[in-house]
């Protein structure tokens, strides 16, 4: 977990950077954090330990790399409907009480995560947030984790 999800984003901008400071227009790099990145949830230890650490790794690059016009960025999703989520060991997480639950199951249980009433966002919703981030409207945003939960940090 730690491997993939904070080391490997580590190696990758340490990477790119070169290139994009080479460049000497700036950039955006944009890392895709969650919302387990700014809060906490029982029985994913490893999860959220490395979440966490894509945000301080987020906010370091952000003040590192300031001086290079690269903003840097971080993207928090909820619960998002792709495998990951949607599987037989999430489902029984979120409804240990039933033998087999499902889908249907699984979404009832979900939305008490969030302030809007969904079990989970679409990709297609953290995807639109990543353009706005990586454009020049966005150009003196850095540092900020932009979350895509349907108000799951209010709960």
């Known amino acids: 977990m730690i491997d993939v999800n904070l080391s490997g984003v580590w190696k990758t901008v340490k990477a790119g950077v070169p290139h994009l400071i080479s460049q000497g227009q700036g950039g955006s790099i944009i890392l895709t954090s969650s919302v387990g990145g700014l809060k906490a949830y029982p029985h994913t230890g490893h999860y959220i330990a490395a979440k966490h650490g894509v945000v301080g790794l987020m906010r370091t690059f952000a003040v590192e790399l300031g001086q290079h016009f690269i903003r840097v960025n971080s993207v928090h999703p909820t619960n998002v409907n ?22 249907d199951d699984l979404k009832v249980a979900a939305q008490f995560m969030h302030v809007l009433p969904i079990g989970w966002v679409e990709p297609v919703d953290i995807s639109n947030a990543v353009p706005f981030l990586a454009s020049d409207e966005s150009r003196y ?10 108000g799951s940090m209010f709960k």
């Open 141 to 150: 945003i850095t540092g900020l984790p932009v979350t895509v939960d349907a």
């Open 82 to 103: 792709t495998p990951m989520f949607m599987n037989e060991g999430t489902m029984k997480l979120f409804r240990p009480d039933l033998k087999d639950p499902g889908p």
